[in-house]
Nanobody
């Protein structure tokens, strides 16, 4: 079992920045792919970014160049640095972990709300 706890969400103005954190209950980054997904009201959950066990990263086209995923192995924490935020980035952001390098894994966090509004 793996527990994931997100933090760092909040209200930010368009063009602003925010950093989300996801703390894992145990050391898994050497084995698991860590990802971020988001779900806006009335929409399906969508992929945002992932970092593979080897460190390679991948991003959805909608966030490429604005968001950066990273991890701190010593802290068992993965981050999502978000910049140049837009109102359409407003969503609940979820941390995800799984063994496959593609698709969503079986472990999810509880989500953290990000609202981009003036």
């Amino acid at each position: 079992q793996v527990q994931l706890v997100e933090s760092g969400g909040g209200l930010v103005q368009p063009g602003g920045s925010l950093r989300l954190s996801c703390a894992a209950s145990r050391s898994i980054f050497g084995i698991y792919t860590m990802g971020w997904y988001r779900q806006a009201p009335g929409k399906q959950r969508e992929y945002v970014a992932r970092i593979l066990s080897g460190g390679n990263t991948n991003y959805a086209d909608s966030v490429k160049g604005r968001f950066t995923i990273s991890r701190d192995n010593a802290k068992n924490t993965v981050y999502l640095q978000m910049a140049s935020l837009k109102p359409e980035d407003t969503a609940v952001y979820y941390c995800n972990a799984g063994r496959s390098p593609v698709g969503a894994g079986m472990y999810w966090g509880q989500g953290t709300q990000v609202t981009v509004s003036s």
